[in-house]
């Protein structure tokens, strides 16, 4: 199949940073007073929208579509501000301290808790899908701590240095990346053996083009590689979305697990990416300036077979 893709790479200069730049930022983000480091990050964000306006623009589309398809008033918040949100979320990756009890408190509502407990008493295999949604890698050292230790599918960084930078990273709260020739083998057989996978949807970590449901008026495209990953494993998919609220904290949303075995109760592939899609885009809309799609997806996604209805509430719990 040849090898894993590069990932599309942050925007402003963590795209072309090398590791010791990043070790750099991670000591400088440990080091100083976090209302430093939230000016620093927000004069860098501020910079790069200035010197890159197609970057700029496209961002504006993005969080435009989301703000009126959210029906909220009044104009859409600029660029910048999404960009913001990222070098915020990157500040407090390379900030953090991995390993004993420094875990990042999460704010969960009652739903959300039930749908984490519903998944863990299955004790089954778990592919837990999200996208780039908000301090995710903060949210996945959270969820690491809640249910044992977890791998990660992540398409790699284009410098072989960087991506041990962020492996290392990962590693040290508790989560190990997949990676090399073929990751989704090594993924596959993680998933039978019982563990916790979390992968991406919204942008494909597969060599072949994304199998994606029409986009038309939704928002997120959702790739169906991960979901058809989990139905070779016979793996419950856990959706879930982080963001950062107004006062700072990480706050997670879970939808209710499911399976991909429809003749038990579960859902087919066609509904599980419409469910995906809608639990996205609900997203999305809430926190338009928190998804870093740095893809610059058509809002023309061509379609890949039939677009299903949505699947009934019944189906969508874990079997």
Do not use: C, K
């Not at 949100?85 to 390379?94: P, Q």
């Not at 301090?135 to 969820?143: I, R």
């Not at 939808?255 to 999305?284: I, K, N």
């Not at 077979?305 to 719990?317: C, F, H, I, K, V």
């Amino acid at each position: 199949r040849g090898p894993a893709p590069r990932a599309a790479g942050p925007p402003f200069p963590w795209g072309s940073m090398t590791d010791l730049g990043y070790h750099i930022a991670s000591i400088a983000a440990r080091r100083l007073p976090v209302w430093m480091t939230d000016r620093m990050a927000a004069w860098i964000a501020d910079v790069y929208v200035s010197t890159h306006p197609s970057r700029a623009r496209e961002a504006a589309h993005r969080v435009g579509r989301a703000w009126r398809a959210g029906g909220l008033g009044g104009p859409p918040p600029p660029a910048r501000e999404t960009f913001r949100a990222f070098a915020w979320a990157l500040r407090d990756f390379l900030a953090a301290r991995g390993g004993g009890s420094r875990v990042p408190a999460v704010r969960l509502d009652a739903e959300t808790a039930r749908h984490l407990a519903a998944a863990r008493a299955a004790q089954a295999p778990t592919l837990v899908v999200s996208g780039h949604f908000g301090p995710w890698e903060m949210a996945l050292w959270w969820l690491a701590r809640e249910v044992g230790p977890m791998e990660a599918l992540s398409a790699p960084h284009r410098l072989e240095a960087v991506e041990r930078f962020f492996r290392a990273r990962r590693a040290a709260f508790g989560v190990r990346t997949l990676g090399g020739e073929r990751p989704a083998v090594e993924a596959l057989r993680r998933l039978r053996a019982g563990g916790w996978i979390a992968a991406l949807a919204d942008r494909s970590w597969r060599p072949a083009a994304p199998e994606t449901i029409p986009v038309g008026e939704r928002l997120v495209a959702v790739d169906a590689a991960p979901l058809r990953l989990a139905q070779r494993a016979g793996a419950q998919v856990l959706p879930g979305a982080a963001w950062r609220d107004a006062d700072g904290q990480i706050a997670v949303r879970f939808h209710a697990p499911f399976t991909l075995d429809p003749e038990r109760g579960g859902l087919t592939v066609d509904e599980a990416l419409v469910s995906l899609s809608r639990f996205f885009d609900g997203h999305v809309r809430a926190h338009p300036t928190q998804w870093f799609d740095w893809s610059i997806r058509s809002a023309r996604t061509a379609p890949r077979g039939r677009a299903a209805q949505d699947p009934p509430l019944a189906r969508s719990r874990a079997r």
